[in-house]
Every structure is written in C-alpha cells, then in structure tokens.
C-alpha cells in the first residue's frame, strides 16, 4: 500500500471516529434511512440474514457466514464491535475489507453522507456510517447474501433499515439497560424489532418473559418460528481436543460428527442457532437461490446429496463448523501456562463463560486479568467470576470509557478481598503479572489465564500477545 493511501486511510478512520460514538443509542434510523435512500437502497440488493440478542450474536453471525461460504455463497458480514481495526465490522467473503476498498467506499457515500448531516442538523453516527458503508461495500461486490449483526438492541439499530428474510435472536439478558429499558421485557421489544413481515425468525434459548416478547412479535408480523429445544437444538455434546463434538437437530435433518473448534456449551447453542438459519434461508427465504458447487469444492464437485427436503448436506456442514473461529471468545492463545482471552462484558455474558471454564478447563489454578467499561455491571460480573480465579488483576484497557483502575480496585477487593486483588496500571503489566501468579507453584499444565471484561479488553490483550499475527 502506497504511502499515500495509508495516509488517506487514516484520514478516514479518524473523520469516522469523530462522530457520536456507537453505544449512545439515539431512538431513529431516518437519519440512516435518508442516507441509504439517496445510496439507492443497496440493503435490498441481496437477501439478509439478521442477528440480535444480548450474548453470542458475533458467534453466531461468524457460523452463519461461514456455513453460507462453505456451500458457494459469497458472503458480506458486518459485525461490531472491532478487535483491532474498524475494517472487521465490514468483511466480504470472510476477510474485513482492504484498506484501499474501506477507503473507496467512504469517499463513494462522503457528500451524501454531508446532505444527510446537514438536512438533520445532526450528524450521522459512526455506526451509522460504517452500517451504510457496509450496505454499499456488499452491493458493489456483489454479495449473494449478507449476514448483518445489530449493534445494539434492535428496533431503532442502524442496521434494521435492512428487512432480514432470516431474524435470528441468541439468547438475551440485561444489558444496556440505560438505552433499552430496565426489564427483560423491555430489551426483549427492541431485540424483537428486527422481526419482519412474513420472516422466518430462528429464536435461541430464552427466559419465559423474553420469549413471550418475541413470540408476540413474530405473530404480528406473521413471521414463522423456529425454537431452540423444540424445532431445532443440541442433540448431543461430547468434549473434544480444541472443542467440541456435536450432534445438531437442524430444521430439516439430523447432523452429527460436527466438530467444532470453540469451547462452551453456549457456543455449540449458537452453533444450533447458525444451522436453522442457514437451513431457513435455504429453503424458505424467498431470494436464497442455488449455490455454486464449483466455488464450494474450487472445481471438484461432490457426489450429489440426496437428503430429506429441506436440509442440508451434512459434508459441508462438518467442513463448515470445522473452520469456524471466532476471535477473542474464549480463545487459547498461549499454552504453558494456558492464557484465555474473552470477550464477555456482562453478567449474562459471565455466566457462560464461568460454565465454560468448569466444563471444559481443568485449571487447578486460574489467574484473571479485568478491565471493563464504567457503564457496565462490573460487580455482577465479578462476583459470578469470584468463585473460580484465585487472583484478579485488575487493569484498564485503552477505551475511553475504561473505569479507572483505582475504582476497580476497590470495587474487586469488596468481592474478592484485599488479598487476593492485584493492580496493575497497564495492559501489558497485567498480563506479565497474571503470568507470573499462574507460574507461581510451577504447576504448568493446571495453571491458567482468564484475560476479559470487555472487547476492548481481549483485543488489546491479543496485540500485547501477539495474537493477532
């Protein structure tokens, strides 16, 4: 890449950055909806698979791309947020734009994204710009499908100007509940949202009060349902070198001999979640079409599957799951002793991630590094995290909105004690720290390090390690 072009991106990067951060939810999409409009509405060039929910939607996103991609499909996935680069938000084909197409693209929209700001006296969002740039990105490829995760609740997201032919909904807890309302129910309306007129609506696992929410709102919008545990789910779960071993009940068949590379019983949930999606939109969203054979095999075709009507070929979906990965959710990224990085940035969130660690892990001693948002249930968090860590170190992260380490420090030793809570004022001190306590009684292979808190969090740890690379 050209010096110059480097520069341009940067530019844009920072002109993106300088607009209303994305967690300020703001309860309109005209704003959105007059830009795409202008853009000549390229959410509608290609069929849409939605996906809210208040933990698992970037997993799930992640399988259902990847699903789509293994039977020919070229894909567009926007995610958020970020663990290293805004470029991830927007991929095509499983890889996040070049920087010389990112660049491209917000120099396509730039003056109407000026008429919008002007015409609203308000200017556009950062999420709301890189939504639009993602829309147009997978109108120009083009893409056959793609795969959009909400940024936040559901109804007024940026993302739903687009109607997905598929919504799917992973489970959902309290989160955000200063922007999307302080019970389950209330989340649930905004999550529900995404729920279009005649959609198929693939629902994870919910509490009762949520599911009732939903339940409502596919009934309204004559929506067909899919339920986790009654139309489809996890049939068996086998702990597995790297994973997991699944069998899968899908829509239209039975899958078994799934391996699948992430650990937890949530993710082999999302995982369900993934198959009667991708199941729906084959064989009911009404632009699903064929896939290419010759793109999925690069040339050598398989023998023809011959299956019940409706599924799908269990070859591609074992080879499907198999390259699933999913960045900083629950990731090994260092043997000896083992260091894990995750996501997780509520208590909902936690819950799997404790589950996770008791199911899968044997550590005999876990060390944890945290660093959250100040806006978070970080004690929430902590105290499901007590139990299993013997040392927390706590640290900030480079988000702004990182709570300084002093007050975290204070609100950990109410938890943990005085004892066993350890400071450290930067990232890469804490991992050292962490390292250093797990190594402490020369048990390596029963020593462990939990790295969370946040994204942010687990994408500054995976630069600090290396990870990324």
């Not at 009934?219 to 049939?235: C, K, L, M, P």
């Not at 650990?263 to 009911?284: D, I, K, P, R, T």
């Not at 990085?341 to 996770?356: K, Q, S, Y």
């Not at 992260?397 to 709570?403: A, C, G, I, K, V």
């Amino acid at each position: 890449m050209t010096e110059r072009n480097v520069s341009d991106y940067r530019n844009v990067e920072a002109a993106l950055r300088d607009r209303r951060v994305e967690w300020q939810l703001d309860p309109t999409v005209e704003r959105v909806r007059d830009l795409v409009d202008l853009l000549g509405s390229p959410q509608r060039a290609y069929p849409v698979i939605h996906v809210a929910g208040t933990n698992g939607k970037t997993s799930t996103a992640r399988m259902i791309d990847t699903l789509l991609r293994e039977r020919g499909f070229r894909t567009g996935l926007i995610t958020s947020p970020e663990l290293h680069s805004i470029r991830e938000r927007i991929a095509i084909d499983g890889e996040p734009i070049s920087e010389e197409l990112f660049v491209e693209t917000y120099e396509d929209i730039a003056a109407y994204i000026d008429m919008i700001d002007e015409k609203h006296g308000v200017k556009l969002s950062f999420f709301e710009v890189i939504t639009a740039m993602g829309f147009a990105a997978f109108a120009d490829a083009p893409v056959d499908v793609a795969v959009v995760e909400v940024g936040m609740g559901g109804t007024w997201d940026a993302t739903n100007v687009a109607d997905g032919a598929v919504a799917v909904v992973t489970p959902i807890g309290l989160d955000h509940t200063g922007y999307l309302g302080e019970t389950l129910e209330e989340i649930a309306g905004e999550k529900a949202g995404i729920i279009k007129e005649g959609a198929i609506a693939v629902l994870g696992r919910q509490r009762l009060s949520a599911a009732e929410v939903l339940l409502r709102r596919a009934s309204e919008s004559e929506a067909t349902v899919a339920r986790e545990g009654i139309e489809f789910g996890v049939v068996n779960r086998e702990l597995a070198v790297g994973g997991q071993l699944l069998t899968l009940q899908g829509l239209h068949g039975t899958y078994d001999e799934i391996f699948l590379p992430l650990f937890g019983e949530h993710q082999a949930s999302n995982a369900a979640c993934a198959l009667a999606a991708v199941e729906a939109f084959a064989s009911g969203a009404p632009t699903a079409g064929e896939p290419d054979l010759d793109a999925v095999t690069r040339g050598a075709a398989p023998e023809p599957f011959e299956g019940a009507e409706g599924s799908l070929d269990p070859r591609l979906v074992r080879s499907g799951f198999a390259k699933v990965t999913s960045p900083g959710r629950l990731e090994v990224v260092r043997t000896g002793p083992t260091v894990l990085l995750d996501a997780t940035h509520n208590p909902a969130g936690m819950t799997t991630t404790v589950e996770a660690l008791t199911d899968t892990f044997g550590f005999t001693r876990l060390v944890g590094v945290f660093a959250a948002a100040g806006d978070k249930d970080i004690a929430g968090m902590l105290e499901l995290l007590e139990p299993v860590v013997e040392h927390l170190v706590v640290t900030r992260n480079s988000s702004p909105r990182s709570l300084p380490t002093e007050e975290l420090a204070e609100l950990a030793e109410g938890i943990f004690g005085a004892e066993r809570v350890h400071v450290a004022h930067r990232m890469d001190d804490a991992i050292d720290q962490a390292l250093a306590l797990a190594e402490e009684t020369g048990e390596y292979q029963g020593a462990g390090v939990l790295i969370s808190g946040s994204v942010t969090t687990a994408g500054d740890a995976r630069v600090l390690l290396r990870a990324d690379r």
